[in-house]
């Protein structure tokens, strides 16, 4: 793959110290004013929430068991749902850039739905479709699977909401690559796995790892599909947004706090998605 | 937050067909107002009502109610859970009125001055089990609910409805191991209604709005943990007039007609 992709970041890097140089910047001066308003409008918030944090309290009110316990399991249902975006994301992906078929913009509509549909609705979906008198409940039922109310079921909400944004993502990514060297590899005589596996995919990997990223993000704060379809239980179900939801109940303080280490990982990691697609092209150069 | 605004039009015109289908039910709070006229003369203008999300349908029905006894003046509704409610009113919400599903989260209220007077109390509600059509989990009795393999859905303490439950599940000397715990009562009756959950503990006037989507089973030991529902003038309000009005009518006989067909309970 060296040979494939070095030319391409060297000549992307190229031209991104060119553009710097010469490129017109004239942005008005009103855009600006506009731009910090739209700036403070998210940073507002954000700022008044962390004045009213209780500091004195912040560590044992993120470290109360509850809170361990929801952070823990958001982590982890986060992690598994993206793992199963990206195993059915990337066919998906895939298969809308690159084949073309009857219906393929209206299978695009309905992958994509879910990022424009209320998360509940997506949870009532979930629910007539998995739960026990649901679709496909019955027959899984039948299998000796509890989907309803276990943390399968937070998987399966979180990857339903999260999935778009990885297809998003790669699919962009896929068109942008185009498909100069998958040609060439295949006039060469590789075969069209050999050519998706050492071709397509490092093509996009830095498309795949922001996709990815971005649907680890959408799952950390999934709340109302989850809230419909699985329930809520300290350690089965209740993730961190959940937890949060709840402690707003009687607890305002532990609410803030935990909203605030929320904030914290979605920082994170949304940060570090907008990193790797400019790191990665040159590290795939070196590979 | 929702707010609800119950258009004067619609409501006249409801009013009117209401009062022409004599023997109705829903006559009986327009007609009621008419013959009376007590609750009246608090003169025109919008009075905003703050209440619990359970009291949707009967404050909307007694809100037409008031609208028709005094021409001129509108109600405006806002439903949401009692500490959202609470929350809204502390940081400023513009309301008149305020009823909430419980004593707790009043007397925030009357600990921070932000009310007039002492609460009047207008309801009570009690817990029930919600199966859904068919009990397919042949519940009979709140012991059934520990039942192994049952899946019982509940209130997390946190919320009104989860602490009665706690109060129940000690007078009756049963531990509940619940699949989940919600936060709000709704949530728990559409895991019930949906059939994902073989029980649900809600309140009596749930299983009442619910109409044939579950089926109610009293329970001896509900009587343990009766929810009172208070209501106030807000302190700020700048229509005091009407408030007191719309208390009174909430708390007077036509009042306690609509929320008595809706299943409440009289303090």
Redesign the interface.
Known sequence: MTPVSAPRSKARTGSRTNRRDTRYTGVPPWVFALAAAGALFVLLPLAAMVVRVNWGEFIPLITSESSLTALGLSLRTSAASTVLCIVLGVPLALVLARASFPGQRLLRAFVLLPLVLPPVVGGIALLYTFGRQGLLGRSIELAGIQIAFSTSAVVLAQTFVALPFLVVSLEGALRTAGTKYEAVAATLGARPTTVLRRVSIPLVLPGLASGAVLSFARCLGEFGATLTFAGSLQGVTRTLPLEIYLQRETDADAAVALSLVLVAVAVAVVGLSYRRPRALPSQAGTE | MSTIRVPVGALLAAGVLAAGLAGCAASSTAAGTTRSGSSTAAGTGTVTVFAAASLKSTFTKIASGFEAANPGTKVTLNFA?S?DLV?QVTQGAPADVIASADTTNMAKLSDAKLIDGTPSKFATNTLEIAVPPGNPASISSFADLAKPGV?V?VC?P??PCGSATETVEQAAGTTLK??????SVT?VL??VS????DAGLVYVTDVKTAGDKVKGIPFSESDQAVNTYPIATVGSSKSKELAKAFIAMVTGSEGRKVLSDAGFGTP
């Open positions: 859970g500490s929350t899946k859905v997390a946190q919320v619940p699949v989940s715990e919600e936060s949530d559409g895991k949906s059939g994902e959950a």
